[in-house]
């Protein structure tokens, strides 16, 4: 399953671009470079939301010693994978590791 940030905003590219394909008339009346900028704004603006969203609730655990922490909206967007990972330095140990989510946050 996806739960990095990048899912929403890559399923809302796929229906957009369906969309597009679906109903060509937009591009007559809009023209392909408005509805391309909207496409790209609307999945900006969803994977900053998911990233948000990741941030106030997901905790994560330290591989190495187990310590529980929270990350950050922009430590989501930089540096999570396509599983969920992201990668941290730990507040307690210092070291750098892909950190699994855990708890109800996990998804």
Do not use: K
Not at 13 to 30: H, K, M, T
Not at 35 to 56: D, E, S
Not at 64 to 78: D, Q, V, Y
């Amino acid at each position: 399953m996806l739960t990095s940030w990048r899912a929403p905003a890559v399923m809302l590219l796929f229906v957009a671009g369906l969309y597009l394909l679906a109903r060509p008339w937009l591009i007559e009346r809009f023209g392909l470079v408005t509805c391309v900028i909207v496409v790209l704004a609307a999945c900006l603006v969803a994977g900053i939301g998911a990233a948000a969203w990741q941030a106030r609730r997901r905790r994560y655990a330290c591989p190495g010693c187990e310590h529980l922490f929270g990350a950050s909206t922009m430590r989501h967007l930089l540096s999570q994978d396509w599983f969920g990972r992201v990668r941290c330095r730990c507040p307690s140990c210092g070291r750098v590791h892909r950190c699994q989510p855990v708890g109800s946050g996990a998804a």
